[in-house]
């Protein structure tokens, strides 16, 4: 199911970022230009149950011990996840430089294409211009003979 999510990034607004929930709550991320670019994020469930601590009593010294133990480990799976988000959120920032400097690159050969045309196109431009300016001193030139011609008989 994909989620509507907007929000600001290094001063640009993302209206939709393409992020899907699988039926087992497993993440995936469209982190790149490609349509097959995904990360896939699956994040542990840190409530009670799924620490295993939802039934803990303290009533007696070994339920007290047991509590301990198993807080303990429910500690030790918080602090898995929060190692694995946390280099999920490396990954992301990573990702998120590379496609800023895609992106810059990509405007700029863009800018290169477009300016390698006009160029182009004012070179063909300057030839032409050359090309009938020197067709009019011809013509020019051209008239003048006869005139001379015509001076040097009379």
């Known amino acids: ?17 393409d992020i899907r929930v699988d039926a087992s709550g497993t993440l995936f991320l469209h982190i790149g230009p490609n349509e097959n670019e ?18 803990l009593t303290v009533l007696t010294r070994e ?33 998120i430089k590379n496609l800023n400097i895609m992106e810059v690159n990509v405007q700029a050969a863009e800018s ?13 431009f300057v030839r032409l211009q050359i090309l009938h300016q020197s067709g009019t001193a011809m013509l020019a030139q051209a008239n003048q003979l006869p005139q001379s011609v015509l001076q040097l008989l009379r």
Do not use: C, Y
């Open 1 to 17: 199911m994909p989620l509507g999510l907007a929000f600001d990034m290094d001063g640009k607004r993302w209206d939709e970022a």
């Open 38 to 55: 995904l990360m896939r994020i699956d994040i542990d469930s840190l409530n009670t149950d799924g620490l295993g601590i939802s039934d």
């Open 63 to 95: 339920n007290a011990e047991l509590a301990i133990e198993k807080v303990t480990k429910a500690l030790e799976q918080v602090s898995t996840a929060r190692s694995k988000l946390g280099a999920f959120q490396n990954r992301l920032e990573h990702t």
């Open 112 to 124: 290169r294409i477009r300016d390698a045309d006009i160029a182009q196109e004012m070179m063909e």
